[in-house]
């Protein structure tokens, strides 16, 4: 929803995967939104593209930031599937762009099952993207938010054994909840539900290489009404207390196995100021 559509004052209803309309707040910026926008897509409304151009006009890079944080999803889940990984829940999947998770996952693994979770409406809108996939294998989408996880592993055992070991996939997502919400606790207590053997695969925004321009960034969102919490190498870390490091443990996000994948173009040109890593429940 670009160019010339012009948003409702308070919403919009759409019509979900299987026919129910939604209402989607166009009167305010979705960071779900603002990736699609900085990928390039088409659904996203003018608010959330005015306050993606400020971004823009504070760094030309944020566009390759969401493209290095795609990739290392890509990267990620080739390598999962290739350890034997057949079940993936990923939270915060944001608007459909291909190749998406379980398309990735099922080209290694075409019996690989995979339930996708976002508390964005216009996700669940167009969510029948992300229902085709291979006839051996699986997928599932959960209208829920990552703050209410109870929610979210009740939903997602539909579709995934949760005796089995789960890939649970949080890319460019914490850095939306605030500590007072208790992000790494939400983190400990979806772990907690999954056995032994899962892995716990995320990126987060950081301010460890450029404090002045991120503090800046964090200022218009907050006044766009989007609030990001730039954590340290040592809080990203936290995240991962009690698991065990894949290689090369948590590193700048394109740099985490770039032989995986091809580069992002740009990537190189600059600090990307964020970190990535993937690591086993023992």
Partial sequence: MTG?????????DVAGPTGPSVLIDTSKPHPARMYDWYLGGKDN????????????ALDPRVPVMARVNRA???????????????QFLDIGTGIPTEPNLHQVAQEV????????????????????A??????????DYLQADVRDPDTILEGARRTLDL????????????????DEDGAHDLVRRLLAALPSGSYLVMTHATADFTPEESAVATEKLKAGGVTLTLRSREEFARFFDGLELVEPGVEVVHRWHPELG???????????????AVARKP
């Fill in 4 to 12: 010339q559509d012009t948003p409702l004052d308070h919403g919009q």
């Fill in 45 to 56: 409304y003018p608010v959330d593209e005015e306050l993606g151009r400020q971004m823009l």
């Fill in 72 to 86: 290392f999803m890509h990267r990620a889940t080739r390598w999962l599937a290739g350890q034997g990984i057949r």
């Fill in 109 to 128: 693994a075409p019996d690989a099952r995979v339930v996708y979770c976002d508390n964005d409406p216009i996700v669940l809108a167009h969510a029948a």
């Fill in 130 to 139: 992300l229902l085709h996939g291979t006839p051996q294998g699986a997928t």
């Fill in 163 to 178: 005796t089995r070991p789960v890939a649970l996939s949080l890319i460019a997502l914490l850095h939306f909840v605030p």
């Fill in 262 to 276: 091809e580069p992002v173009p740009g990537q190189d040109d600059g600090v990307i100021p964020g970190y990535g």
